[in-house]
């Protein structure tokens, strides 16, 4: 009996060393915002109903407001939508991430 634990060892060893590895973290997000797509919006002031119009006909399942000297997270996030506005509250950029 001793003398087959080093042999099924020696079997088994390298069969696990082929094993599949799942990848680490998450799945990336497959991209579905396209920006271009409220290109109309430029120049509009912000609302609650605008903002939700841009994400549905951009296709994005979020979406992100920046203000002037707002600080934001630097990850790319290819499903949602940012609106970049001015002082006076109008859009001035709309961007996927």
Do not use: F
């Not at 994400?55 to 979406?63: A, I, K």
């Not at 707002?70 to 790319?76: E, F, K, L």
């Amino acid at each position: 009996m001793a003398m087959r634990l080093p042999a099924i060892l020696l079997i088994a060893l390298p069969l696990a060393a082929c094993a599949t590895m799942p990848p680490p973290g998450p799945p990336p997000l497959a991209e579905s915002c396209n920006a271009e797509a409220a290109s109309w919006a430029m120049g509009h002031a912000v609302s609650d109903d605008i903002v939700e119009r841009i994400r549905v006909e951009t296709g994005s399942q979020s979406v992100r407001v920046i203000r002037p000297g707002q600080p934001v997270t630097m990850d790319y996030r290819g499903d949602r939508v940012n609106i970049k506005l001015n002082e006076r509250d109008a859009i001035v950029g709309i961007s996927c991430g």
